[in-house]
């Protein structure tokens, strides 16, 4: 068998070269059977279960069946050996090969801190056996800690913007935390917190142990806050573990035009070829000034539509400004109602509002009617002058 | 014609004896009787059928009132404005056609001159009795169409409506007019009655049936054999509207579409730059509406007062001592 393994190494070793031909004599040919684990000593919490992870290695030897025993366990506390999910009393590793066992720990909650040896033994029937000597240490608990931090924790914009703060929460603790999510925020203020790449809101996100995780906190403002600096403080908590962070938005006031008229009537009359004269009252509703405000009209084809003033330099909020409106008819227009739009327009901000004219014609051609039943009666009357009385 | 001397008085002495006399004896013949299930067979047909289709109509309409008049049912193809348009020229030229010419057959026109009664009043008294009579024969059969529909419909009038069927009353009764005053001036034209009666209903034919014919055919012979522009498609268009306005039927119907559609703004078509920023449907005020029909008002008061004042002077140079 070792002979064949030799050959094998040589073989490979004229095909790999130098370096795999020095290592080739270096193969481990230790024999016998051993019980291995990562870690011999650990620690353990009182009240909880801990898993140990086991190996029974098989090297160079038959297999047997290898019975396994616990000794030293002390009172009051289970210990389980474990195969494959299932409690087993034996394993039986193939030659050169493992099997994975593992120790389910079950810690008594009134567990006194200190050392305990456990040693666990494998016997088979032909005088192998091996062992394995656990030292089990009751440890105190670390309590749950979280962290939280923000990259941005003050933005700036208008009352309709919306403010996404990114937030990395922290589980600094020993074990796997669910973290409830809230936030404080002036009167009227929205917050919502969503995962770091997804759309669900959401209201707590587990944390493994040591990790930590990205989420967004958005928050709304109500549209007529004025402008000025609004603190949130945005709180994670989990089994009384608590972290609290403040971010700032930074709201800066907005304009908003209205375009109305005095008595918020949308409708007026004008006479085909002659100028009507409407008010238009122009608002600002919005939380910060306007400026350069500009008048623009859309009117039925040549039409003529002025503005008086055709510009408004400034527009402080709650401010109200009135804007003559001249409209005139064309020549040929026909009598009946017409549709004109009225636009108030500044950078980022505009108002419109549509206007209904009902236009009339001038009664001159009226009079012109009349006047020929008029020529026409006379006519009448020179004829009765005329011929009449016979 | 010699003219001895100039006779005193006011030319109209005894019109009202006239007047009256016609109008008594037009609503109490048996022509009238005629001529009155003539216009109700034609008017209650229409009516009743739109009213049936009317009280079917759910949606809301400002001027449902006017629809009567205007709506042409599903089953009977004429609205009872287009049965009026042509039954009040067969109603006016049956009552004036033999106005002046059966007094001269019956020989009692000298007779009636011979009392203090001049010419002047005679013919006038004699046009205001048939018009009278025909104003109330409209008048009630546009109280019965608006009874009908208070009843059927279960709804009343508007103010405006009512305004607006009263000026389509007036518009009916100088449409009238004018066909009294033709016929009247064919009696006088013609010693026939006859005659005078062909020669009315001749030219009602001709106006009613043939003349929008020949508008057509006049204005595509003037129109340029290729149109290019809307504009040049709106003045011919122009030229056919006022040639078939030479007709006293279409300045009726116009009228009459002015005045029951409130939603027309003009005849004609419009160019699309006026139809930029137009609101469908929207009614026009009734002085609007007043004005837009005006022009059409105005040929038929004024074509009435003409053909009347030709019927005159021919009257009056006329020799009746027969």
């Known amino acids: ?390 | 014609m010699p003219r001895s001397a100039a006779r005193e008085g006011s030319p109209f002495t005894g019109l009202g004896p006239v007047f009256l006399k016609e109008f008594a004896d037009h609503l109490s013949s048996a022509r009238m009787m005629v001529l009155m299930l003539f216009v109700i067979a034609f008017g209650a047909f229409p009516v009743a059928s739109s009213l049936q289709q009317l009280r079917t109509v759910t949606e809301s309409d400002a001027y449902l009132f006017l629809r009567i008049f205007t709506t042409a049912p599903d089953r009977v193809p004429i609205s009872f404005v287009f049965a009026l348009n042509f039954i009040i020229p067969v109603m006016a030229i049956g009552l004036g056609f033999d106005a002046v010419n059966s007094e001269f057959n019956r020989r009692t026109l000298s007779r009636v001159l011979s009392q203090p009664i001049y010419r002047d009043a005679l013919l006038l008294g004699k046009f205001l009795g048939g018009l009278a009579t025909l104003a109330v024969v409209l008048t009630a059969l546009w109280l019965i169409v608006f009874g009908a529909g208070l009843l059927l419909l279960g709804i009343p009038p508007r103010g405006v409506e009512v305004a607006r069927g009263a000026c389509f009353l007036v518009a009916a009764i100088a449409y009238g007019g004018v066909w009294l005053a033709a016929s009247l001036l064919f009696s006088v034209i013609f010693r026939s009655t006859a005659t005078s009666a062909l020669c009315a209903l001749g030219l009602w034919l001709f106006f009613f049936l043939l003349w929008p014919m020949i508008a057509e055919a006049v204005t595509i012979a003037f129109a340029p054999a290729q149109i290019r522009s809307a504009e040049e498609f709106l003045a011919v268009e122009q030229v056919g509207l006022v040639l078939s306005r030479f007709s006293p039927g279409a300045l009726f119907s116009e009228a009459v579409i002015g005045l029951l559609n409130p939603e027309t703004r003009t005849f004609g078509s419009m160019l699309p730059a006026q139809m930029r920023g137009v609101i469908p449907g929207a009614p026009l005020p009734l002085d609007q509406s007043l004005i837009l029909i005006w022009p059409q008002m105005t040929g038929l008061i004024a074509g009435m007062i003409v053909v009347f004042a030709a019927a005159y002077v021919i009257f009056q140079r006329e020799e009746v001592r027969a």
């Open chain 1, 1 to 390: 068998m070792r002979r064949l393994i030799a050959l094998l190494a040589l073989a490979t070793a004229s095909v790999l070269g130098s370096q795999a031909f020095a290592q080739a004599p270096m193969s481990p040919v230790m024999q016998g059977l051993f019980l291995l684990t990562d870690y011999p000593a650990q620690t353990v919490r009182a009240g909880e279960i801990a898993t140990i992870r086991v190996k029974m290695q098989n090297s160079g030897l038959a297999p047997e069946p290898m019975a396994l025993t616990l000794s030293g366990v002390p009172a009051g506390w289970k210990i389980d050996i474990l195969g494959g999910g299932q409690p087993v009393a034996s394993a039986m590793p193939g030659q050169n090969e493992s099997v994975a066992l593992q120790l389910r720990v079950e810690v008594p909650k009134d567990a006194k801190p200190g050392s305990q040896q456990v040693m666990l033994s494998a016997k088979g029937s032909r005088l192998q056996s091996a062992e394995l000597p656990l030292t089990l240490t009751v440890g105190t608990e670390t309590p749950a800690k979280l962290s939280l931090k923000s990259r941005l924790p003050s933005l700036r914009g208008t009352p309709r913007s919306s403010f996404e703060y990114s937030v990395t929460v922290g589980n600094d603790s020993g074990k796997d935390l669910t973290v409830a999510l809230s936030a404080q925020g002036p009167a009227n203020f929205q917050t919502t917190f969503t995962e770091g790449f997804g759309s669900n809101e959401i209201s707590s996100i587990p944390i493994e142990a040591g990790q930590t995780k990205d989420i967004k906190v958005k928050v709304t403002p109500p549209r007529d806050v004025k402008a000025g600096d609004y603190p949130v403080l945005v709180k994670v908590a989990a089994e009384g573990a608590t972290a609290e962070l403040r971010v700032t938005l930074q709201i800066s006031g907005q304009g908003k035009l209205a375009l109305s008229t005095t008595g918020g009537r949308l409708s007026g009359e004008a006479e085909i070829g002659k100028t009507s004269t409407y008010t238009l009252v122009l608002t600002n509703d919005g939380t910060a000034a306007v400026d350069e405000i500009e008048m623009t009209g859309t009117v039925p084809t040549s039409w003529k539509v002025e503005f008086n003033p055709r510009t408004i330099a400034t527009l402080a909020p709650n401010e109200k400004k009135e804007v003559q409106v001249l409209v005139t008819p064309a020549d040929k227009a026909i009598a009946g109602d017409y549709v004109a739009q009225f636009r108030a327009g500044a950078r980022g901000e505009s108002s419109s509002a549509d206007f209904r004219i009902t236009v009339t014609t001038s009664t001159l051609w009226g009079m012109v009617g009349i006047g020929i039943i008029a020529v026409a009666l006379l006519v009448l009357l020179g004829a009765v002058a005329r011929f009449g009385r016979r």
